[in-house]
Every structure is written in C-alpha cells, then in structure tokens.
C-alpha cells in the first residue's frame, strides 16, 4: 500500500510499504476512505516531537471500511463504516472506566519511555511518535487499529466522509476544550488560535452557552472563518494590544474562560518571540509558548484557562505567579474523543453543526507531502486539508 | 545483597506477610560449585599420569597411569552426579540480587491470583519464560530463554499458597538458577488489586555463567517491570499492546534503531 511516510524535519514522502496485518486479537483493518492533516502533525513535520524514527508512516485522523477483524472484537464487522479516534484506549483500565479515554493505561507498547519522560504513560496514539506508542498511523490506504471493538464509531451512510470525519479528533478537541471548562451560561470565553482546534472551541462554546467568543490570532483568512463562519468577534496580535483589548471587552475582568489552541509553536511578537525562537531552536526550551502566558495573563481572576494545544516537553518563563495569584484553574491534556463520539454526532445528524466548514483543500496522498508544507506555512489560505487515499 | 529494588512498594499492607513468606522460603544460600570435586585426588592422579608418560613407556608405566586416572575419575565423580553444568554455573556465585516492584490492575485478586497459578498464562506475561512444566500439586519446571539459543531451567516449590492472597516459592536443589520469591495480591477499597511482587536471585556465575551474563545484563528489574506490565494489560485488555510487525517505510537498518526503543 502507499503512506505517508515520516523521514526527518520537512522530508515526507509517499512510499511504498507493506500492508498492516492483524498483530492482536482485539485488531481490525480500516481501509482508508479519508484523512487528514492535523496541526499537531505540524509539530513532528518541523522536528520538534522527540522520537519519531526514520519512516514511520503518520496521521492520526482518519476513517474509513473495515476489511478484517481479529478473532475477538465483537462489536464490528468487515465492512462496516467507521470514524477513528485519535488515541488509543483498550475500554477495561481504571482510567478507561473512568472515560478518561487518552489516559489509558494500556495501549502504549512503549509505556516504559513515556514514564520516564512524564512520570506516567498516556495512551498510545496513531502516527505521533514512539514516545506515543510508535503506531503506524492513518495517512496511507489502510491502517491496522488495536481495541476496536473500543474505539471505532459507526456512522450512517446519509453522512458524508466530510461530515463525519473530524469526529477522530479536532471536532472533539475543540468541544471538549469548552465542555471541561464548566462554563457559565452567558460567560465569555477568549480563545488563542483560529486554526481548526480554535474554530470548533468556538463554536462548542456558543453549543455550550457562551454569550460572547473572542478570537485572537494573526492569519487574516482564519480571523474570517472565525468571525464568518464560527460567529466570534477576533483580535488580530499584531494590530492590537490583546490584553488591553479582553479587558475592554470584559468590562475590565477579563474572560472567564481562556483556551489556547495554539500549543508549542506560538508565533508572538516582540523581544520574547526571538527570545522563544532562538531557546527552541537551540532546544533549551521545547516550545514557545508565547499564547499560554499571554492567556495567563488575561484570564479573569478564579478562571479557567484551558490548553487543548499540544505541548511536549519544557517551558520557561511562564507567569506562574501571575497564575497563582489570580487563582486560576488549569485544564490540560489530549483529547478522550471516545467520550464525544455519541453526542458529536448526533450534533451532526440533526444539522446543528457542519464540520467541514474549514475545508480548504480536498487532495489525494500524493499531494500529501507539498500539503504538509502548505498547511505549515499557511500559504494559499490553507486552514484544514484532507486527503484521499 | 545487592539491592536494586526501588521501595515504592513498601507501604503494600501485607508487607510484613511478604517478608517473613520471603525468609520462610530461602532457597539456599549456596549451591554446590566445582569446590565439590576432589581436587586432591585429580592433583594427585595428575601428578601421577604425568610421572608415568614423562618416563619410558613399560609395564609398571601402565599401572602408574590406571592409578592416575583412577585418582582423576574419582575427584570428577562428584560433577558426574551431580551435573558439570550445574557445578559450573554456582562456581563464584555472585551476590544475591533481590528486585521489588508492584503494580495495580483493574481485575479481582482472584482472577489475579489463577492467572499467576495457571502454567499455560505464565508465558503469555513472563516472556523470558520460554514454559513452564507442571510437576505436582506444588511442584513446577521453569524453562527460561537466555540469549544465544541458551536454556536455563530450575525446578520451583511452592512453599505458601493462600489462595486469592499470596503465593511464595523457591528453586529445588539442582537448580540452574537459585531463586526465590514472593507475590502478594492486596484487594484495594476500589475494586481494584494491588500486586506486589518480590523477587530475589542469586546470578550464576562461573563459565556456563559467563554465557549467560548477557541474560542478567538485560536489566532483570527493567524486564521484569515489563512483565508485571503485560501481566496487567493481559488481565485488565486481554492483549499485550505491540506495534511489532507493523509496515513502515525505508529500509531494514530502522529495525535495529527501533529495537532499542521499543521492548515489544
């Protein structure tokens, strides 16, 4: 089969490689009808997500048909359509039993490495490093899928792939970034980053009852898909000052609710952001995490400040006093997708939300490795790509 | 002793149980080493067949040499009984190694507890076991893989067996690894079991020892965290998560580079 192939910092290719086979009895294989690009592919695409190996295939947003099962799943047949969640959750552990799905304590093969780097292990994810597992993931024709009898959705065939789709991850991410922030009804939430994580928080947030949504970034076509598309007012960085502004607009509190769909890429302005630049590329720091202290510094006294963006590693210079000092609370972590996937798309299905508004660019795998850095460099209006097998 | 057990475990409310299961069934200390052998009278029959050929060869030569090896056989006798191999490997025993790790699985400590009794699951956890032989009611045949197509075997005793609570045992006499060792299964208020497992060995040594260092140089501890680890994954999911045999692009030297990432 052919898929998208990891080699090094800015080197993805299409390769030729053989097909995935059942390895575990609790395995299926999903032929491949659509994938895509995530943001946080970004992150190994520019090198900065340790231990990625030389051609490990990526993605790990993706549906498709089931082809094969192991001998013991029981909840899916060959042939049935399916959305797949991004990590991997084996549905029996005291995490899995508690639907904190991306906390599982079983799916890493290599929990041993992720113990040392964090402590504990989280569960493994599809094309996101060894670190992460070490799974081949959903960029190719066909993908091999443990637990899944756990993870996979079946969808109705009145939905369209690009209805459905983003149900693997983003979708999820976004709402789940709102849903674990208990907001009030009538609240107003600020939101860092208009790429497709910052979009569907937006509009999770208005499902969820905010009254008023902020959002900041600087990429002039992603500010109008949020404040076209998602309805949010928005901030551009480098026009703006944004805390003088999130006051003005707070009466001077500031958002209650603050969500940094950004993660370790920030792009700031100013001395700190080659300060960030230079740390990160000399791998003092491993990101540059100019939008969590610019939304620590907003957020509202006693509020919630939420980071659905990925971060991997070390960070300095993060107001931490600032944070303390206005007591806020902190909620962090990937996504338990398994946990959204009933109620997100009865959403769809009852036409309260679209998700493939933010698709730009409908490919094939073979564009796959220009569109990498397309959507890097935001070049040609690029906000989400999805690829055809 | 050497000590590479980290005691994170210690608070296990059935250490005391653990401990005193533990002293109870030490296996000994000491196996026989080639300081078994007759030395004096291999010494003495050497000496002897040497004498006997160094001279010219005649009648009463013939005799000499007979009584050398005479002497020779008898001082090796020992090691025909009781197994070359086995003298070998407790030759310069090295010190006992005692490892302690625990973990907390999501299963009833009854499940637990058959699974750890059942010698066709032992393999499927503990991968260095290449099988595992029932002999008895108590008594079981351990056959470990050592790299370079090697076998290590030893019989083991179970000397308390409390069901659904803790199981202790040791190695027989004879055996190619002295070990002994203590699992504990400790119900938690949540349903959940709290596995407690001690472990402590004494690594052969000696040359049949030298050809397995590799095995002990694996970082037995790290092995057998892993193991613990399987133990968990299959009783919680049913499965031991891997991504071995999975496709992957560019060329062979990755296997290699990924054999060092991963254990599975």
Redesign the interface.
């Known amino acids: 089969?052919r898929?998208l192939?990891w080699?090094g910092k800015e080197d993805v290719?299409l390769?030729d490689?053989?097909?995935?086979?059942i390895?575990?009895?609790?395995d299926a294989i999903i032929e491949v009808s659509l994938t895509a690009i995530c943001g946080s592919d970004l992150h190994l695409y520019d090198g900065y997500i340790p231990?990625m190996?030389?051609?490990?295939?990526l993605g790990h947003e993706f549906m498709g048909k089931v082809v094969e099962v192991g001998p013991?799943v029981q909840n899916l047949n060959v042939g049935d359509r399916v959305v797949v969640p991004f990590p991997i959750a084996?549905?029996?552990?005291?995490h899995c039993?508690t639907d904190a799905f991306a906390l599982c304590?079983?799916?890493?093969?290599?929990?041993?490495?992720a113990e040392r780097a964090f402590g504990h292990s989280p569960a493994?994810i599809f094309g996101y490093s060894?670190l992460y597992?070490?799974?081949?993931g959903g960029q190719a024709e066909y993908v091999?899928v443990?637990?899944a009898d756990v993870g996979p959705i079946k969808v109705p065939d009145t939905l369209s792939d690009e209805d459905v789709l983003f149900l693997s991850d983003i979708f999820p991410t976004g709402y789940q970034a709102v849903d674990v922030a208990n907001i009030e009804p009538g609240s107003t939430v600020a939101v860092w980053g208009c790429g497709p994580v910052g979009l569907f928080a937006i509009k999770s947030a208005y499902m969820l009852g905010a009254e008023k949504v902020i959002a900041i970034d600087h990429v002039p076509e992603r500010l109008a898909m949020a404040r076209h598309q998602a309805g949010a007012e928005v901030l551009n960085f480098t026009d703006d000052p944004i805390l003088e502004a999130l006051k003005e607009m707070t009466d001077g509190r500031g958002p209650q609710t603050c969500i940094e769909a950004v993660g370790m890429e920030a792009h700031g302005t100013g001395l700190m952001d080659y300060y960030d630049k230079a740390k990160q590329t000399l791998r003092l720091e491993t990101g540059r995490p100019h939008a969590l202290r610019e939304a620590i510094m907003a957020c509202a006294k006693g509020g919630t400040l939420v980071i659905p963006g990925v971060f991997g590693g070390i960070i300095d210079k993060l107001p931490i006093g600032a944070a303390f000092s206005k007591g806020l609370t902190f909620k962090m972590g990937q996504t338990h997708v398994h946990r959204y996937l009933k109620p997100l798309l009865a959403r769809i299905e009852k036409n309260e939300i679209d998700p493939s508004f933010l698709i730009t660019h409908r490919l094939t795998l073979e564009d796959g490795p220009e569109a990498y850095r397309t959507f890097r460099d935001k070049q040609d209006e690029c906000v989400k790509v999805v690829m055809r097998p | 002793m050497a000590q590479t057990s980290i005691h994170h475990a210690q608070h296990t409310p059935m250490i005391e149980e653990e401990e005193r299961a533990l002293k109870r069934t030490a296996a000994p200390d000491t196996e026989p080493g080639l300081q078994e052998l007759g030395w004096p009278s291999i010494g003495l029959g050497a000496a002897l067949a040497t004498w006997a050929f160094a001279r010219q060869h005649g009648v009463k030569q013939i005799f000499v040499a007979a009584a050398g090896a005479g002497l020779i056989y008898n001082g090796l006798k020992p090691g025909f009984d009781k197994g070359f191999k086995r003298l070998l490997a407790n030759t310069a025993a090295t010190e006992p190694v005692e490892i302690d790790i625990a973990t907390?699985i999501?299963r009833p400590a009854s499940e637990l507890y058959q699974m750890w009794r059942d010698p066709v699951q032992i393999p499927r956890f503990f991968r260095h076991i290449k099988r595992v032989e029932h002999l008895g009611e108590r008594l079981t045949r351990w056959v470990a893989e050592v790299p370079g197509d090697l076998e290590l075997c030893w019989n083991a005793e179970i000397t308390e067996d409390h069901k659904n609570e803790l199981i202790a045992w040791r190695s027989l006499e004879g055996s190619e690894l002295v070990s002994s060792g203590v699992v504990s299964f400790f119900k938690l208020d949540d349903g959940?079991t709290r596995v407690h497992l001690r472990l402590r060995y004494q690594p052969p040594g000696g040359e049949f020892g030298a050809s397995i260092e590799r095995f002990f140089k694996a970082i037995p501890e790290?092995i057998l965290?892993?193991e613990l680890?399987a133990f968990?994954?299959l009783a919680?999911?049913?499965?031991?998560?891997?991504?071995?045999?999975?496709?992957?692009?560019?060329?062979q030297n990755?296997e290699q580079?990924?054999s060092m990432?991963?254990?599975?």
């Open positions: 089969m898929a192939c080699f290719r390769q490689v053989p097909d995935p086979t390895l575990n009895p609790h231990t190996e030389s051609g490990d295939i013991e084996c549905g029996h552990c005291h039993h304590d079983n799916s890493n093969p290599n929990a041993w490495m493994g060894h597992g070490g799974y081949a091999r443990p637990f | 907390t999501a959940q790290q965290r892993e680890r968990k994954q919680e999911a049913g499965e031991v998560a891997t991504v071995r045999g999975q496709p992957y692009g560019g060329t990755r580079g990924l990432l991963t254990n599975r």
